[in-house]
């Protein structure tokens, strides 16, 4: 167990709609990180926060937003959702800003996201 | 980030060493190599990272060559538990800490 926790496990919804997956870091950790894995794609970093501020971008759609609370958990909203957006979304979390020697990314177990 | 190398897939005798290979040529002087595996469709575990020396944990070894161009990871004794895809990764310490991970490398411990 890397002690990030992610919800919901597995959700179907139809295009057209909007989903938030939910992500809670590791005690401590002030980072977190978010990440699509497709069938066809590997795994693609989204965006990171760190302390509740957005620290780098990545290949994330307009359509996909995320934020980080207070309570350090974050929040990755999905929108008008295409049958291509139908993958597996991790989150990660590590203790500092990403530019520590040590940085290490624990990841949760993954929300596997079905768009029908 | 430097561009890393794996071989698509290898196989290990279960009980023997797995040594999974990474062909980081254009590796900088900041960057440092960390290593991930992911079992089938879970979240990525991270194993060991080094800067240009060898490092070894509970989990494996990892041994970096001189020029730090390459490095191999050494699973001592595999057991059929640790097949999964192994990641290679090279990173700065000043990119906001993303990582891109390849394709990875496919092990396969065979009874």
């Known amino acids: 167990d890397s002690g990030v926790t992610q919800t919901p496990k597995h959700l179907i919804t139809a295009t057209g709609q909007r989903v938030t997956l939910r992500c809670s870091p590791r005690?401590?950790?002030?980072?977190v990180y978010w990440y699509q894995q497709s069938l066809d794609q590997g795994l693609q970093f989204l965006i990171q926060?760190?302390?509740?501020?957005?620290?780098a971008k990545g290949n994330i759609l307009e359509r996909f937003s995320a934020q980080q609370f207070p309570d350090l958990h974050s929040e990755l909203n999905l929108s008008s959702l295409e049958l291509g957006d139908s993958a597996l979304y991790f989150c990660?979390?590590?203790?500092?800003?990403?530019?520590?020697?040590?940085?290490?990314?624990?990841f949760g177990a993954g929300t596997r996201l079905s768009v029908l | 980030d430097a561009k890393t190398t794996q071989p698509p897939s290898m196989d290990c005798a279960e009980g023997r060493a797995a040594n999974l290979p990474c062909n980081h040529s254009?590796?900088?002087?900041?960057?440092?190599v960390y290593w991930y595996r992911q079992i089938h469709s879970q979240g990525p575990q991270y194993i060991i990272h080094?800067?240009?020396n060898n490092e070894t944990n509970e989990m494996a070894s990892l041994i970096i060559t001189e020029d730090r161009k390459s490095s191999t990871l050494i699973l001592p004794h595999a057991t059929l538990r640790d097949t999964a895809v192994y990641y290679c990764?090279?990173?700065?310490?000043?990119?906001?800490?993303?990582?891109?991970f390849g394709d990875g490398t496919t092990l396969t411990v065979k009874p």
């Open positions: 990660a979390s590590s203790v500092d800003p990403g530019t520590g020697v040590k940085n290490i990314q624990y």
């Open positions: 005690s401590g950790d002030l980072s």
């Open positions: 926060y760190y302390n509740g501020e957005e620290r």
């Open positions: 254009t590796i900088s002087g900041n960057e440092y």
């Open positions: 080094g800067l240009k």
């Open positions: 990764i090279v990173r700065v310490r000043t990119n906001a800490g993303k990582s891109t």
